[in-house]
């Protein structure tokens, strides 16, 4: 199975930018579609943005759209996601998951999403 490890979180001001990573390892890639999700404090964890197998298809909810490109390098086992524009409101733990593709569930189908990083911290101020 999948091992995820993220990084490139931090702190930045309003409109600044951040790229966040996500290194898999001990699983087949490309066989996992993936997503990012958030939690900020007292909030439900939330999709940001998913990504098919291959990366032909994306998924943004509305607030990030225009904003955050994901994207993953199959052959560096890497996921990705550009952070542009930030607002205070993007502040939260930023977690990489994966959604095995056997088992059937689309990118964008949360209940699909069984492997997970630790979380990375992005916090911006205004």
């Known amino acids: 199975q999948v091992q995820l490890v993220e990084s490139g979180g931090g702190s930045v001001q309003a409109g600044g930018s951040l790229r966040l990573s996500c290194a898999a390892s001990?699983?087949?890639?490309?066989?996992?579609?993936m997503g990012w999700f958030r939690q900020a404090p007292g909030k439900e964890r939330e999709l940001v943005a998913a990504?098919?197998?291959?990366?032909?298809?994306?998924y943004y909810r509305d607030s990030v759209k225009g904003r955050f490109t994901i994207s993953r390098d199959n052959p560096k086992n890497t996921l990705y996601l550009q952070m542009n524009s930030l607002e205070p409101e993007d502040t939260a733990v930023y977690y990489c998951a994966g959604s095995r593709f056997a088992r059937g569930y689309t990118y964008t189908d949360i209940r699909g999403y069984t492997y997970w990083g630790q979380g990375t911290q992005v916090t911006v101020s205004s």
């Open positions: 990504i098919s197998l291959s990366g032909g298809s994306t």
């Open positions: 001990g699983g087949t890639f490309n066989s996992y579609h």
